[in-house]
C-alpha cells in the first residue's frame, strides 16, 4: 500500500488470466459483434457476384452512370437462333450425272473413247469437281472405268452382255407380271397408259435419250404394283445398264424407237386381259429389242 498526499493507493492485483470456460466462444460463421455505442462500424462492400455462362473465361464488369453492372457489347447472350438454308430440290452433280447418263444413251459418249472431267466440265458449263463425281458414280454403275491421270473410258460393250442383261431381265419380269396379270384389276392397268403415251411421243420425236427415261419410268410403274421396292430397284438398275450401246452400233431408226414403244401399249391389254401367254411373249421380245 503507498501513500499519495495523504491518501492511500491500492497496488492493482497481478495479472491473472481468464479461465478459459468464462472465454466465449465465437465460430468463424457468427456474425461480429455490434459496435460500441457513439461508434459507427465501418461498411464493408463487397463485389458482385458474377457468373459467365460454361466455357467462358471470366471478364471484367463494367459500370453504367448507376454504377451497376453493365453487360459489355461482346458478351454471351445464348445461342444465336438457326437460320433455316434454302434446300436445292437438284444439285449440280445430280444434272451432271442425268446429262451424262442421256450422254451414254445417245451415244454421244463414244464407247472406247476417253473423256476428262475438265473438258467435259467445259461442255456442260461447270467446274471440274461436279463432273469428276458424276463419273465416279457411273464408273460404280459400270457405265465408264477409270484410267489414271487421263480421265474416263466409256466402257465398251458386246451382244453377249447385252444378251445376259436381256435374260436376267426376263427371269426377274416374266414371273412378276404373270402373277399381277392374275391379281390387278383392269382399272389398274388402264391408269397407267399415258406412260405408254409419253414413251410413243418420244420414239415419234427420236429422241433416244428421253425415250430411254420414260421406257425405264413405265417399266418401274409396272412392277411397282407389286409391292417390293427391291425388286423395283433392281430391275431399273438392268434395266439402264441394257439402253447403254454397244460397240460399234448403229444409230438407232426412229421406227425402230416408235415399235418398241408400241409393245407398251399391247402389253397393258394383255396384262388387263389376263393373257398370261400374250404377256410371257410379249416381255421376253420387248427385252430382246431393247
Same mark, same amino acid.
Given at each position: 500500500m503507498e501513500q499519495d498526499?495523504?491518501?492511500?493507493? +491500492?497496488?492493482?492485483?497481478?495479472?491473472?488470466? +481468464?479461465?478459459?470456460?468464462?472465454?466465449?466462444?465465437?465460430?468463424? +460463421?457468427?456474425?461480429?459483434?455490434?459496435?460500441?455505442?457513439?461508434?459507427?462500424?465501418?461498411?464493408?462492400?463487397?463485389?458482385?457476384?458474377?457468373t459467365e455462362p460454361p466455357g467462358h473465361p471470366e471478364r471484367p464488369v463494367r459500370t453504367g452512370p448507376d454504377g451497376g453492372a453493365r453487360r459489355p457489347e461482346h458478351a454471351y447472350r445464348g445461342p444465336e437462333p438457326a437460320v433455316p438454308r434454302p434446300?436445292?430440290?437438284?444439285?449440280?452433280?445430280?444434272?451432271?450425272?442425268?446429262?451424262?447418263?442421256?450422254?451414254?444413251?445417245?451415244?454421244?459418249l463414244v464407247p472406247g473413247e476417253v473423256y476428262s472431267a475438265p473438258a467435259l466440265g467445259e461442255r456442260y458449263g461447270v467446274s471440274a469437281t461436279p463432273v469428276r463425281e458424276a463419273m465416279q458414280q457411273l464408273a460404280r454403275e459400270g457405265?465408264?472405268?477409270v484410267v489414271l491421270n487421263r480421265g474416263f473410258r466409256v466402257a465398251e460393250r458386246g451382244a453377249v452382255e447385252l444378251a445376259e442383261l436381256a435374260e436376267l431381265r426376263a427371269l426377274i419380269e416374266v414371273p412378276v407380271m404373270l402373277r399381277l396379270a392374275r391379281t390387278v384389276p383392269a382399272e389398274s392397268w388402264a391408269e397407267l397408259r399415258p406412260l405408254a403415251e409419253a414413251t410413243r411421243a418420244a420414239a415419234a420425236a427420236g429422241d433416244r435419250a428421253a425415250?430411254?427415261?420414260?421406257?425405264?419410268?413405265?417399266?418401274?410403274?409396272v412392277l411397282s404394283l407389286a409391292g417390293n421396292q427391291e425388286l423395283v430397284r433392281v430391275a431399273d438398275d438392268l434395266h439402264r445398264r441394257s439402253q447403254w450401246p454397244p460397240v460399234g452400233a448403229e444409230a438407232v431408226r426412229r421406227a425402230d424407237l416408235v415399235a418398241d414403244a408400241a409393245e407398251h401399249t399391247a402389253l397393258l391389254d394383255a396384262l388387263g386381259a389376263e393373257d398370261l401367254a400374250a404377256v410371257q411373249s410379249l416381255v421376253r421380245e420387248h427385252f430382246r429389242g431393247a
Open positions: 498526499g495523504g491518501r492511500e493507493r +491500492t497496488a492493482p492485483p497481478p495479472y491473472a488470466p +481468464t479461465p478459459p470456460d468464462r472465454v466465449p466462444k465465437q465460430s468463424r +460463421t457468427s456474425p461480429p459483434a455490434p459496435p460500441a455505442a457513439g461508434r459507427v462500424a465501418p461498411v464493408r462492400t463487397e463485389p458482385p457476384v458474377r434446300v436445292r430440290r437438284h444439285s449440280v452433280r445430280g444434272q451432271i450425272l442425268d446429262a451424262l447418263r442421256s450422254a451414254l444413251v445417245s451415244g454421244d457405265a465408264v472405268e425415250y430411254a427415261d420414260r421406257d425405264r419410268a413405265f417399266h418401274r410403274a
